[in-house]
Each structure stands twice: as structure tokens, then as C-alpha cells.
């Protein structure tokens, strides 16, 4: 752009980003009260019972199967608890916790709600009697902002073994890294796969001695 100065903005492009930044002001203004419009004649409310009704295994896409603002709504939701579930137990929001909180975030527009997800905290927090570890040791912090991935166990097969996923979970998350000397980048991902596949066919197999169909 010939109208930038070395100094910084000439007075040319000052009222070009002031222009700009009225337009997108305006459009947003538009944007928030269409928005406001849309909730209130789309039943917000029963949008997001419907959010319930499905398991959260991979492909549960909200935006598509319930629509936008209430899956907006659910990730506000999700980081609210997020947030709580730290600063309850004493937490501290380190950079990598944030980030899980953010991840929380994002896939709660993805398969993650309160119900699929409060189990699993559920489970870590029974751990925790236990254990010699505490709820607000920063690996614990970590393994519970990623935990969620989970989310499909509890709602595909119901609170009992969303529990003891979290519970097998944050068992496995401490000891994991070491067996790699700690050069495992993901190691929440991977010790989550290792609850899956121990859990699922356990899972599969007590179903069928109770004569359930899996799904």
C-alpha cells in the first residue's frame, strides 16, 4: 500500500481502517440482532435438548445436526464448567491447561456436553481418593482438560463406564511417558487410545453376558 508511512499510518489510511472498522462494526451490530432474532423464533431451548440425544462419538457435528447458536451456547457451557471444574480443585491456569480449556471449547461444537463429560471428571475425582497425587497437580490438571476426548464412551454406554473410563484414564496418563522417555508429545491422546482399546471390547463383552445389544 503506497498510503503507509515508515512511522506508521498517514492520514489516508487511518480513514481507511476507520472506514473499515464502521462497516464491520455495522455489519456485526446486524449480525448480533439477526442472531438474537434467530434464537428467539427457533426454540433455542429445545435446540439444545437435542443436543443430548446424541452420543458424542466421532462425526456428532452440532453446528449441522442442531444449528449454530446452540451449539454456541454449549461451548460457552462447556468452558464455564471447564474453567469451574480448575478453580475449584485449586488449579492453576498454566499455558498448557489453557489450551485444554480452549480444546474443551472448540469440540464442545463437536461431541462434548455437560453429560458425556461430567462422568469422566466424575471418575477422575473418585481416583483421587486413593491416589497419592492431588486433583490440582498440574499432570492431573492435564490429563482432566483432555479427558473429554472420551466424551463417546459415557454417551454411547451410559455414567457407569464414563466413570470408569476416567478413572482407567488418569491411572494410565502417569505412567505412559515415562515409557518413552518422555519424548511422547501426546500423551493424553495416546494413553486415551489405551483406554479404548481396553475398555471397549471389556465394555462389549459385559453387554453381552447381559444380553444388550452394543451399539
Known sequence: FNSFTVGGFDSQSHSLVSHLIGVLGDGTK?????????????????????????????GTDYVRLV???????????????AMAYILIVGGHLSGPV???VLTIIGFAAF??????VV???????????????S????????????VPCLCGITGDFGPFWGIAAGIFHV???????????????????YAAGLVTIILLPLIEYVNKLRGKDNK
Open 98 to 100: 489453557c489450551a485444554g
Open 135 to 146: 486433583l490440582n497437580d498440574q499432570a492431573i490438571l492435564l490429563a482432566a482438560v483432555f
Open 171 to 189: 491411572s494410565l496418563v502417569r505412567n505412559t511417558a515415562s515409557n518413552f522417555g518422555w519424548l511422547d508429545l501426546y500423551n493424553n491422546g
Open 67 to 81: 444449528g449454530l447458536p446452540a451449539s454456541l451456547i454449549n461451548m460457552g457451557i462447556m468452558g464455564i464448567m
Open 30 to 58: 446486524e449480525l448480533a440482532v439477526g442472531d438474537c432474532l434467530t434464537l428467539g423464533s427457533s426454540g433455542i431451548e429445545s435446540d439444545y435438548k437435542d443436543i443430548f440425544k446424541h452420543s458424542g462419538k466421532n
Open 111 to 116: 461431541g462434548m456436553n455437560p453429560y458425556n
Open 119 to 133: 462422568f469422566l471428571w466424575i471418575g477422575i475425582i473418585l481416583m483421587s481418593f486413593v491416589s497419592i497425587w
